[in-house]
């Protein structure tokens, strides 16, 4: 069973900056990619950033140049560095590893909350 733990959102003021981490229970390069997502009250969970098995990274346009995802391979974990945060970055945020064989399994953290507000 793969367990996915977000950790290390909080309330921030705008401007300022968050890391969030996300701990797997197993190899995270036995994932096809691994992601996060977050989703605001009243809204759908978007994709926020994305980082596949070879390494390469994708980030939605709204936080691009803001927010950067990572790994570290050696402790199966993946990290969002969000900096310059806004209060439309308020939500849950979500850590997602996607696998896929003959069909696609999408496998869910619990997710953190991050609030910006001054």
């Known amino acids: 069973q793969v367990q996915l733990v977000e950790s290390g959102g909080g309330l921030v003021q705008p401007g300022g900056s968050l890391r969030l981490s996300c701990a797997a229970s197993g190899s995270i390069v036995s994932f096809n990619a691994m992601g996060w997502y977050r989703q605001a009250p009243g809204k759908e969970r978007d994709l926020v950033a994305r980082i596949t098995r070879d390494g390469s990274t994708g980030h939605a346009d709204s936080v691009k140049g803001r927010f950067t995802i990572s790994r570290d391979i050696s402790k199966n974990a993946v990290y969002l560095q969000m900096n310059d945060l806004k209060p439309e970055d308020t939500a849950v945020y979500y850590c997602?590893?996607?696998?896929?064989?003959?069909?696609?399994?999408?496998?869910w953290g619990r997710g953190t909350l991050v609030t910006v507000s001054s």
């Open positions: 997602n590893a996607q696998l896929r064989l003959i069909r696609t399994t999408d496998y």
